[in-house]
């Protein structure tokens, strides 16, 4: 783009791409420090001691650290399918259907990516003490915070950003091919599951991998929602920081980090098999819902 | 632990949104629960500091007992004090700081201990009785404990100065070590050593005594390298700086990272300072209050108590497990040097409540 605005060898376009090496080292350096210090062989970050791989040898045989990941993994991989289906149904009414309350329904499905996460958090904690004791006073039902309370929680911020991503790629679909193939008689059913669903498949795999991405890095939702036996990685991995960073959460990080990018590029490959558009607006609304 | 105070703030809030849920919750009867010493009433749920137990513990007290034990953890009392508050939170003990353990109280999060079921309470030293967030100890049990002080390192300052604030306060000492002092970063602490030079309580909610207490900081302002928490201990063991105000446990575990841990020392001024103690208290609502009263008096047996301390590297309240601390431990825990005005000249930070915010006002206009 530079290139092509501005002449070959102008102040202009050195100054602009100066500007933006600067601002990808800006935003690179601490990954490639942090990075580079999980391998460090000194307790200290930030003075190198020679290399190491002990501390992510201190990663695998650390328990809680195994535990705490796995519950994570879970969390993720269960509220990213329920939140897609949901999600997905609700793009599908909101873009293909009229029907009472709909713009307040549209609006409110925006709520759980504007609102700030202490508030989403406090809700749900609030959501599920009462709950649990209404079930015990009304249906004597013994429950107890935990996966389960988690995974809800998930799906109740993932659905809006599936529903948002999904709804991106309906907008961009040419409706008279279902007009087309009702015309050719297929039912509802056929003419979704054979011309809708591959003409947003991206869309929702996208949606998919983005719900799978915020669960991952989930914090203050996670810590109200949770409950015994229930630590997620990166709960776990604020609380130590609390004795001081070593380079095993370096280690850690960068395999959260690892984790996140395959996503993220994952996300943006099939977000722009056919448009630019909606990779956009997903990149920003990521940002903004993990605080980035 | 110590607590930050955005953490203090986001309690506030949080804790004004639970009010409303609080006021519908049924009347809890101020009754102990009737367990027998070693009773199991099921399995146990605890909510700790992350890596403050150790995980062979965490089993052999399962093994022992019968009974399955999980550990989940937190990263500040603010965060921990509204998911107990709601109720409903699975949890059978948790490890809320000093200041923290008179919130809970006046908020009926905790229950009344049942100290019947808990005989090896008398393990625990005459230090820790009377504390002002539980006077009574009816509530709450010391878990591990720790000290803010001073950090010096005898290869620049030497081992002739004197054990007191005013190697940070006073410009006639401090100004020949302008530069390669820190100070905490946080308003309760570094204006609470400069109260405590200047003769005062560490708490106390007098605007003038604040005030002294802020110029102080504002002078001393010149001649600090760094107001920092979280690298104190780092920054002086690279000889950064030379004196370095910090937490015990912090400067303790550093200290023998180097080389020659001999040649730092590390003391809390004759003047005084901050004493912190986590504890132990059973949620108002815990499933299981009788294997969390077991499980409080396994922690307090002798050799329980050392093994704890001998993974966390804190030091222990129990006055019994201390023949069983590493001897590195132990010389420091047990050092009278390392608390030269006594237990006595030591305080517990409190919550000043609506006088919190003079504190991060005076800190912020101090450190400009």
Known sequence: ???????????????????????????????????????????????????????????????????????????????????????TLAALALERFRFRGQRVFDALLYLPIIIP?????????????????????????????????????????????????????????????????????????????????????????????????????????????????STTLPVFVFGMIRRGVTPLINAVSVIMLAASIVLVILSLATQRLRTGETGRTLGARMRRRSGR | MR????????????????????????EESAVAADC????????????????????DLVDAFAAEHGIEMTVDVYDSNEAMQPIISAGNSGYDLIVPSDYMVAILIAGEDIQLLNKDAIPNIANISADFSDLVYDPA????????????????DTAVVGTDFPRSWSIVFDPSFADQYAGRISLLNDPRETLGAALKYLGYSLNTTDTGELEEAKELVSEARGRVAAFDTDQADELLTTGETAIAHGYSGDMFTQFLETDDPSRYVYFVPEEGGTRWIDNMAIPHDAPNPCTAHTFINWILDAENGAALSNYNYYSTPNAAALDGLEQELLDFVA????????????EEIQDTGDFEINYTDAFIEAVG
């Open chain 2, 335 to 346: 050092d009278p040097a390392v608390i030269p005005g006594g237990v006595g000249s030591l």
């Open chain 2, 3 to 26: 607590p930050t105070p955005m953490r203090r703030l986001l309690a506030v809030l949080v804790a004004m949104t639970l009010l409303a849920a609080a006021c519908a919750g049924e």
């Open chain 1, 1 to 87: 783009m530079i290139g092509r605005t501005a002449r070959p060898g102008s102040v202009t376009a050195w100054a602009l791409s100066g500007t933006a090496w600067l601002v990808y080292a800006f935003f690179y350096a601490p990954i490639v420090l942090l990075v580079l210090f999980s391998f460090s062989d000194d307790r200290n970050v930030g003075r190198w001691g020679g290399f190491t791989l002990s501390w992510y040898e201190q990663f695998i045989d650390h328990s809680q650290l195994q535990n705490s990941l796995w519950v994570s993994i879970r969390v993720a991989l269960l509220s990213t399918v329920i939140s897609v289906v949901l999600g």
């Open chain 1, 117 to 229: 996460d202490v508030t989403m958090a406090v809700m749900m904690l609030l959501f599920f003490s009462e709950g649990i004791r209404i079930a015990e006073l009304l249906f004597g039902l013994d429950l107890t915070k935990g996966f389960t309370t988690i995974t809800i929680s998930h799906i109740a911020f993932n659905i809006s950003f599936v529903s948002v991503v999904v709804r991106a790629r309906l907008s961009g679909m040419n409706e008279q091919l279902e007009e087309a193939a009702l015309d050719l008689y297929a039912n509802r059913w056929r003419s979704f599951r054979y011309v809708t669903l591959p003409q947003i498949a991206p869309g929702i795999a996208g949606g998919a991998l983005l719900a799978l991405t915020l669960s991952l890095d989930d914090v203050v939702v996670t810590q109200f929602a949770s409950g015994p036996g």
């Open chain 2, 137 to 152: 100890g009816d509530y709450s049990v010391p878990y591990q404990w720790g000290t803010t002080g001073l950090a010096v």
């Open chain 2, 36 to 55: 027998e010493v070693g009773q199991t009433d099921g399995d146990l749920n605890l909510y700790n500091w992350a890596e403050y137990i150790d995980p």
